[in-house]
């Protein structure tokens, strides 16, 4: 069995000495972020890299994220970063932003998939900078869950699905914000938003920069596209049960309308909803599963996996899930069950 370290209360220095030991061994640590928990290894280590992606199932095509906890580990494996880019890490930094920067060409070909640019972060939680502050070097770390399925944002979610496949889980409770990072790429001045998180569109426009959101953020990729992030063709987030998203409307009425005549128009099938707090008690003669409050889409966000993933655990058929606006988090939540849902979608 996998190694538990509890951090849930604080960091145990003796235990954190241990940790470090793991990565500069060339081991694979699940650790969390505030983002959600991340499957990480020394990213200057080819093959303790190469263990995350058997690990998870992940495709090779498929780059990593690098976290640092300091500037200095930047210099390191990046080059030519612009003025733009080091406003948008002064700004963002720690937190759920990772840019893509040119790589110097130093790390593993694994790290980066064979590409000359590199998605980096500093992440905003004191469990995962100790750990790679300690280690005293990048650690690449992608969403800890087997590939294509609902990311893990507490031990519990994951264990079966990671015990044995990597050396130690440390503990750090619930994620706080739920689903990953922003994920940005700086093209001339505009900022392209490769995938939505919790820092929104809205937030770096704030900033006055010129940011738009990538045209596969809610698109499907078509044979032959180009694509900027590899990532984006790969199945994602997605339960084992089939799932259907209803589109958010701001009259109540419409959204619960929609869903009851497609219950009433499937009745051959056991069909579960996933909703609003608001809309466990108008939806009660239904299987329903509360996933937050609609005017509390932080809430959602922090939920949102586990309770995909709890879905799996119920007899029905298939589950609609209520969307929520596509404002600022809101954006990153309908994109994970956009995808979740394979763009099945109910207006
Ligand atoms: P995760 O597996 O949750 O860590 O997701 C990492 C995401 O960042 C994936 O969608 C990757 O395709 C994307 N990514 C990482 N590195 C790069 C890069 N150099 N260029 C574009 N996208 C990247
Ligand atoms: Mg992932």
Redesign the pocket.
Known sequence: MSKVYDFKGNIKDNELEEIKNIINKGGVVVFPTETVYGIGADAKNKEAVEKIFIAKGRPQD????VHISNYDMLKEFTCNISEIEKTLMDKFWPGPF?I?LNSNGTLPLNV?AG?N???VRMPDNNIALSIIEKSNTPIAA??ANISGRPSGTNINDIFDELNNKVNAFVDGGETNIGI?ST?V?VDKSVINI??PGKVSLEDIKALGFDVKLDKHVFADVKEGEKI?????KHKHYAPSVKTILLEYTEDESVMINTLKKYVKNNSDKNIGILCFDEHKELLKEYNVINIGSVNNVLEISSNIYTKLRSIENFDCDEWIIEGVSRTGIGTAIMNRLTRACSYNILK
């Open positions: 498929n780059p990593l994220i990772t893509i980066t590409l640019t590199v998605g992608p969403s990953e994920v790429k490769l995938r900027e992030s590899p990532g984006m």
